[in-house]
């Protein structure tokens, strides 16, 4: 990084593409699966076009009704969801969602989960011979299923999964990733040995609320998942340690809603960042930030997104 400033006209046109292993996005800022639908609510606040990507919300082989309600709860500078992964089904999706958004100038990046091992390469089958699609997001961390946090809780059990959708598909393979473990590392570690192209860290943290004068929880699942500027310090920290640890691409997820947050993810080692709960109060947020990012990356001297990544001292200086 030098210590220069660039010209007005020459900062708007930053490239601010990055790559991460085969998959490669025209800016960093993506929207995060399960906060954007399947973009068409979105459409009258979001220039889809000048989005990194899009990832829509976690489908299944077969529809499911998701969790009995209240489902989401607002916390303390968060919000809590027990979804259950509501949607309609694989099928559904690729005939009636997908075409559409694949028509949207954007990266799609199509997110899954399976109830069993085999579920997972015999959608990313299907999705393989699909073309215009960038990516696939395996969600093997829902908070809110029984069996879908197991596979990403087990370093062997989540390996096991990258490296049979690797086995059965050509497209990047991005296995998103749980932190309600001891450590992430380990299971980041054997996603990336398995052939995962990119980590998303982190989806949410587990937790509760409780009506005290009740006596009972609030959500109807009683656990949900937390997200929101309250997990921001904590996903910093994992996105942090798993580079620190492993030699794979990140993709930072956890309570975003400024520039500075972006930054922060990206010199903490993530290559790109996810914008979640923000979406449902401010659906223009990721537009804006792609607009904002050029001139924060010239103020650290550096001339485009690849240049800040992981860029942390960590050194202290001693009195
Ligand atoms: C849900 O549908 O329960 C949320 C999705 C997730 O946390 O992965």
Redesign the pocket.
Known sequence: MKDRFLPAEVLKNMDLSVRLNRLQLKNPILVAS?TFGYAREMSAFVEFEKLGGIIPK?VTPAPRPGNPPPRTVETASGML??????NDGFDQFVAEKLPWLLTLGTSIIVNIAGKCMDDFPRMAEVLDGIPGIAAIEL?I????VSGGVDFGTDPALAGQVVKSVCQSCRLPVIAKLTPNVTSVVPIAQAVAEAGADAVSLV??FQGMAIDWRRRRPVLGNILG?LSGPAIKPLALRIVWQVRRAVQVPIIGIGGIQSLDDVMEFLVAGATAVQIGTANFYNPGLANQLITELPEAIQSLGATGPGEIIGCLHTQTTSK
């Open positions: 399960g976690t969801n027990s979804i259950g992964l509501d969600n961390s829902c908070p809110n989806n949410t998942g």
